[in-house]
């Protein structure tokens, strides 16, 4: 047994003699309710770490019978509700997160990285902890050992030097100095990717909290809208939640009847995380305004509707726009823009029958959108200071969508609008998985892949496949046909 090893049993005999288990364990569950820093364990560790969209984590290696341990949980905790949680000051950019390896379940992880002592801190970009492990002589890792960061404000210091910032223990819930504000980097979409995950988890999230689902009618658009995602959505983990649900729908809502309470089973539609149970995150990246009540969830709605209308085939255009059409008829809670969203949805008189047209219409609605709320946003003062509602795409990044324009009126280039809302929305949203599965192993790039099997190729499943999922589970199917054929001209309807 090597003297590190010794030193640790002696410290657990220790520290186990001076308090009962009993004790111990009711400390540790009080103290976790205020927790900022992730748990993470043998199970856990790697999918949290590639999950995660923040830039960068750090992973603090301890025990907790350790008295330096405890004693270093606070000042840990000081940085970690900068970056942690919904009510972190700045999010996205630092995980902060722990593994205990006074844990036997975790002895493993800790040889991987060679823990050597209690706390031991670790440095670096997620994706690189992946199945990862770190030497003591190894040469040119990115996992870099945190050897200055024994109070909150020497590891804050440290990570300020790594990312060249300036955050500080005292800063407050902030109107959002990190917003991404020049809109005209084409890049900044890839940040989109994490928000329609954040926009797809509320959305049903709200359903959940105000029961929605209260008719025949309501049931089947919910379906609609859910089997849309299941073929559609560009995140893997939100095409199998939404799978999930379809081929439980109707132990879950039986008759439209639905189960919304989370419980410890699998009964209700609230124990069916439509993204997976780590999301919504609590907040936005790319769609993050400058003020804490601006952008956010709208945002990140129409970038799940574009990301949907680049992905559909031509023999799906007209259902999609009668899913989307209805869904907002339905679910979406802001009474006025819902009402408007309705008309022009009404305003369509011929079914779509080229994803093409679809993919502009959705396009052109929410330009008209962005024209509408530009005048009341000008006239009120309400709109965000430094993402005031624009036309899209600005020349700045598209000068070929442009034919010409003045004060008064624009003529588009159509054709080049829809090559631009193609790749825009499509290749280039999910151009951040594409990063990470360079950077990770073998087995990260498999599953990259895989997130990326739908979301990079326009031909894909059809919506018939998602219906089919349902069909081969349960009886549901054969109703959703039935509305499907009942309302396949139906107009959404005003309230």
């Given amino acids: 047994m090597s003297l590190v ?33 992730v748990e993470l364990n043998t199970t856990n560790f790697d999918s949290v770490l590639k999950d995660t969209p923040a830039k960068y984590a750090v992973v603090e290696f301890f025990a907790h019978w350790c008295p330096a341990c405890r004693n270093y949980k606070p000042h840990y905790e000081k940085v970690a509700r900068l970056f942690n ?17 006074a844990m036997k379940t975790n002895t493993n992880l800790c040889d991987k990285f060679s823990v050597s002592h209690y706390p031991m801190l670790f440095w670096g970009p997620p994706i690189k902890f992946v199945s990862g492990s770190w030497e003591p002589k190894k040469d040119k890792s990115e996992i870099l050992v945190i050897d200055d960061g024994r109070t909150a404000e020497r590891l804050l210091n440290w990570i300020n030097k790594q990312i060249g910032s300036s955050y500080g223990l005292d800063d407050q819930k902030f109107e959002n100095e990190h917003a991404l504000s020049n809109i005209t980097d084409y890049n900044q979409i890839s940040q989109a990717v994490y928000d329609v995950e954040e926009a797809t988890a509320e959305a049903f999230d709200i359903i959940l909290a105000h029961k929605a689902i209260k008719s025949s009618e309501t049931s089947a658009s919910f379906i609609r809208f859910i089997q849309l995602l299941a073929a559609h959505h560009l995140s893997r983990r939100c095409r199998k939640g939404a799978a999930e649900i379809l081929v439980n729908y109707d132990d879950l ?5 639905c189960s919304y309470e989370k419980s410890g089973g699998n009964d209700t539609l609230g124990n069916f995380p ?18 804490n009540d601006t952008r956010g969830f709208s945002c990140g709605l129409w ?22 059409c209805d869904f907002v008829n339905n679910f979406f809670m802001c009474d006025e823009c819902r009402l408007h969203f309705n008309d022009m949805c009404l305003s369509v008189k011929t079914p779509f029958k080229k994803a093409r047209d679809f993919v502009l219409w959705v396009w052109s609605t929410h330009n008209k959108v962005n024209e509408r709320l530009m ?4 006239s009120l003062g309400t709109g ?51 990063e990470k599965s360079v950077s990770g192993s073998k087995e990260e790039t498999v599953a990259a892949t895989e997130d990326l099997t739908v979301a990079t190729n326009a031909l894909v499943v059809p919506i018939g496949a998602a219906l089919a999922i349902a069909i081969a589970s349960c009886a549901f199917g054969a109703l959703a ?12 309807r005003r309230r």
């Fill in 375 to 378: 005048k009341d946003e000008a």
């Fill in 274 to 291: 439509i993204c997976g149970k780590d999301v919504p995150r609590g907040y936005y990246m790319f769609c993050r305004g400058s003020k």
């Fill in 303 to 324: 970038v799940l509707m574009h990301s949907l209308s680049v992905r559909i085939e031509d023999g799906e255009s007209h259902f999609a726009f009668t899913a989307i």
């Fill in 5 to 37: 090893h010794l030193l640790l049993f002696a410290g657990l005999v220790i520290a186990a003699s001076s308090s009962s288990p009993g004790s111990r364990l009711i400390l540790r569950e009080i103290a976790d309710q205020k927790d900022k820093a």
């Fill in 85 to 101: 949680g919904p009510d972190a000051i700045h999010p996205g950019i630092v995980l902060m997160t722990r593994v205990d390896c």
């Fill in 253 to 257: 809502c039986p008759s439209g009847n």
């Fill in 481 to 492: 046909c039935y509305w499907r054929t009942q309302q396949k001209n139906r107009k959404p």
């Fill in 384 to 434: 965000d200071p430094k993402f005031p509602k624009i036309i899209w795409p600005p020349k700045e990044l598209c000068p070929l969508c442009y034919l010409s324009s003045n004060q008064k009126s624009i003529e588009w280039d159509h054709d080049h609008v829809y090559k631009f809302l193609k790749n825009y929305y499509g290749p280039k949203l999910v151009s951040l998985y594409k």
